[in-house]
């Protein structure tokens, strides 16, 4: 059982950044891949971004490539997303998930899910 935190949540303005950490416990968190969705109002959850166990393995989604940036500290038990370049079109609820075995950007391949962290970015 893994147990997921999500914090850094805000408002921010276009142009900005913020940075989401998601602490996790119980057991075997840096056995997980670790993978960051939102979901906006009216939207189905999407993928956003994804790291292997060891940190070398990313994925992201296209539509952030190259504005966030995901990571991990397994001594930490933790994992981050650095957002750059916000758009209002971020605005979302961002949740933390954890999957054993390899990456994916599937909803439904996720095991452990956080409560969320709201971000809204204002133009």
């Known amino acids: 059982q893994v147990q997921l935190a999500e914090s850094g949540g805000g408002l921010v303005q276009a142009g900005g950044s913020l940075r989401l950490s998601c602490v996790a416990s119980?057991?075997?968190?840096?056995?997980?891949?670790m993978g960051w969705f939102r979901q906006a109002p009216g939207k189905e959850r999407e993928f956003v971004a994804a790291?292997?166990?060891?940190?070398?393995?990313?994925y992201y989604a296209d539509v952030v490539k190259g504005r966030f940036t995901i990571s991990r500290d397994n001594a930490k038990n933790s994992v981050y997303l650095q957002m750059n370049s916000l758009k209002p079109e971020d605005t979302a609820v961002y949740y933390c998930?954890?999957?054993?075995?390899?990456?994916?950007?599937?909803?439904?391949?996720?095991?452990?899910w956080g409560q969320g962290t709201q971000v809204t970015v204002s133009s």
């Open positions: 998930a954890a999957k054993p075995l390899g990456l994916s950007d599937l909803v439904a391949n996720y095991r452990y």
């Open positions: 119980g057991r075997a968190f840096s056995s997980y891949t």
């Open positions: 790291i292997s166990w060891s940190g070398s393995g990313l």
